[in-house]
């Protein structure tokens, strides 16, 4: 973050072309998920990427246990759309908001990286360690463990393609769709649908508070999140596609 401070005051926030495309991908991604998000069927085109989210949801939840003492016995994804982590332990002040603030900081440096297509291949590397991490705790699971193959599956795929230009705007997607999971997911469950039991209401009755008002909080930071993974992202990939695609040819070239 000190880095990022520190490019910005160097460079000012200046938008090259390269960024403005980038931006502007971003805008599209954000209207189209929006809109598929709440259109009647048309809404299930999302399903194999919400499957992830929710999966990275989950991932939050046991890293969080795991760090503050508790112990992960499974993750399991439901076909509605739905996940839970099964942990023993743990401190449930941050396990809990852990799940979408976890898949927000997931999102936000997904779009950090998905300016840059070197960047895009590292991030894609650490996704695959998470990936085996859920694997392991999924154990039987599986439809979590089919949909976090073919998320690597679709990953390694664009590695392959034009010195891998396509995996920033998958990188860039999934972020987004990560990022943003919390805002819209909190809005289905607790404004539209007002679902009873959600890690809000459960926070909410060991906390103090309403759901409503920490799912408001939770979704403001993951806005946050992602406004400060641009700003970063514009200050530290001024690069033009054309040289970034000569800095992918030279990291671990696939092509």
């Not at 991490?133 to 089919?146: C, M």
């Amino acid at each position: 973050m000190l880095l990022a401070q520190h490019l910005i005051l160097q460079r000012g926030l200046t938008v090259n072309k390269t960024q403005g495309i980038t931006l502007g991908i971003i805008a599209v991604y954000v209207v189209v998920i929006a809109l598929l998000w709440n259109i009647p069927y048309v809404r299930w085109s999302l399903w194999p990427f919400k499957m992830l989210v929710i999966a990275f949801h989950e991932f939050g939840h046991a890293i969080t246990a795991c760090c503050t003492g508790g112990r992960v016995k499974s993750i399991s994804l439901d076909p509605r759309e739905g996940g839970v982590t099964h942990m023993q332990g743990g401190i449930s002040a941050i396990t809990l908001p852990a799940g979408y603030l976890g898949s927000s900081i997931i999102g936000a440096l997904l779009i950090f990286c998905g300016f840059d297509i070197v960047a895009s291949k590292i991030a894609s590397i650490v996704l695959g360690v998470c990936f085996l991490l859920t694997l392991w705790w999924a154990r039987r699971d599986w439809l979590t463990i089919g949909t976090i193959l073919l998320a690597v599956g679709l990953l390694i795929a664009c590695w392959f393609i034009k010195h891998a230009e396509p995996l920033k705007y998958v990188v860039l997607f999934i972020g987004v769709m990560s990022a943003l999971y919390s805002v819209w997911d909190i809005c289905d469950d607790l404004i539209l649908r007002k679902v009873n039991t959600s890690d809000a209401s459960v926070f909410a009755e060991r906390y103090g508070g309403s759901s409503q008002c920490w799912g408001i909080v939770w979704s403001i930071v993951s806005v946050i999140f992602i406004a400060i993974a641009i700003v970063a992202a514009i200050a530290a990939f001024p690069e033009s596609s054309s040289q970034q695609e000569s800095d992918s040819e030279h990291f671990i070239p696939t092509r």
